[in-house]
């Protein structure tokens, strides 16, 4: 198919790994994929600072926001040559607030429109004090989802979201992240370990951008208190704007020796590094979030610390294939921590049954790729026939 694609990401981090991960794979399977949207900055995994960012910090919040709904006038110019020169059979977005140009593209073409919501981002920027436009926001964010054919949130506490902006539901699939497959294949953690002077110690892991919400603040806390810390090493893989106050952190708490912060890496470079953890954490998560590190973690086999968040549990079951905490318990991580740290036959259970319980879900790239393609199929032939049918009837992202 001709699928004209979306987006308003500018920086190598999460976000893009999912643009690249789903685009490349849609063209393994022969799709002619046409991108729209900004040129991304940063070399490898974990940067993220872009000119969008520099000048929010410069102009007051309201200007900004109007700023950002004027980009849909050069955006909708770069859309619209677009889709005279390809003549698109279904159109792919990314949603970001604000962003309509995508909505118009359909009105006046009538092109199907698959939208990919990872964040309830008008209500995320309101709760956090980031938007001054409210009403406009608001009226953006339901203009667009309620325009589009069809809905893919990233977690079904996500899609909530999106029922609750009037979605039908037959217009809704919750599509989970998933893992490029080369995290599937064996890879040399022992001797990346080797190479890091990690011998004989008890790896603690984590990759990605690292932002204050992620808790590593609580880990290096948590390290700190354990009588056999010089036996334990956190190795933090990514970059982020919460690394300066960790190293901070870190460099008071006497644990320069316990702790390893990667910086960035270029993503091809991350599986042997996961592959080095015997614990793989994820201290806090956002309340809507597929997180990008667990997929990563389960296909690598590793055993997995996570919140006992609903939208952890679309992915993981407690004791099953992963040790998950109460977040409201204030020793519920570090007693989660210590459990797996002092029961190795624990840790290979619960790491093999994570592997097991990815595959069997498909929780990959390729098999979003192919869910995407039946979507937009189903989608295109409707069109030619003048008939509309729901997106899909089960999510993929619960359990």
């Known amino acids: 198919m001709r699928i004209l694609y979306q987006h308003r990401v500018a920086s190598a981090d999460g976000q893009f790994v999912h643009i690249e991960e789903l685009t490349q794979c849609l063209r393994a399977r022969g799709h002619a994929l046409e991108m729209v949207g900004p040129k991304v900055s ?161 790896v603690l892991g984590f990759v990605g951008f690292i932002r204050e919400w992620h808790g590593l603040d609580r880990v290096i806390d948590w390290l700190a208190r354990q009588p056999d810390r010089e036996s334990l090493h956190l190795l933090a893989v990514g970059d982020g704007p919460a690394l300066p106050a960790l190293k901070r952190q870190v460099e008071a708490l006497g644990l320069t020796g316990n702790v390893t912060f990667t910086g960035v890496l270029r993503r091809a470079a991350l599986p042997p590094y996961v592959a080095a953890f015997d614990i793989a954490l994820q201290p806090r998560v956002v309340d809507y979030a597929s997180p990008l590190k667990l997929f990563e973690y389960m296909a690598a086999g590793r055993a997995i610390v996570a919140p006992a968040a609903r939208n952890v549990r679309e992915i993981l079951e407690h004791e099953r294939n992963a040790l998950l905490f109460d977040e409201a318990d204030p020793e519920g991580f570090g007693s989660a921590l210590r459990r797996l740290c002092d029961e190795p036959d624990l840790r290979a259970s ?50």
């Open 350 to 399: 619960l790491g093999a049954a994570a592997a097991r319980h990815l595959l069997a879900r498909e929780w990959t790239w390729a098999a979003n790729a192919r869910r995407v393609e039946q979507l937009a199929e189903r989608l295109g032939a409707q069109r030619v026939a003048g008939t509309s049918a729901p997106a899909g009837r089960e999510s993929e992202g619960r359990p």
């Open 42 to 202: 940063g070399v490898g995994f974990g940067t993220g600072t872009t000119m969008k960012s520099r000048i929010k910090r410069i102009l007051p919040r309201a200007a900004f926001e109007l700023l950002e709904l004027g980009y849909n006038l050069p955006a909708f110019l770069r859309l619209w040559r677009a889709y005279r020169r390809v003549r698109p059979e279904v159109f792919y977005e990314r949603y970001a607030l604000f962003l309509l140009s995508g909505v118009l593209l359909k009105r006046l073409t009538g092109v199907p429109l698959i939208l990919e919501v990872n964040a309830p981002l008008f209500a995320e920027r309101r709760d956090h004090g980031g938007l001054s436009l409210v009403s406009l926001a608001r009226w953006s964010e339901r203009t667009v989802w309620r325009a589009a054919d069809a809905v893919l949130p990233v977690t079904d506490a996500l899609a909530d979201h999106v029922r609750r902006a009037g979605v039908p539901e037959e217009r809704i699939l919750v599509v989970q992240n998933g893992v490029n497959e080369a995290f599937l294949a064996d890879q040399d953690g022992a001797s990346l370990r080797d190479g890091l002077g990690l011998q004989g110690k008890l």
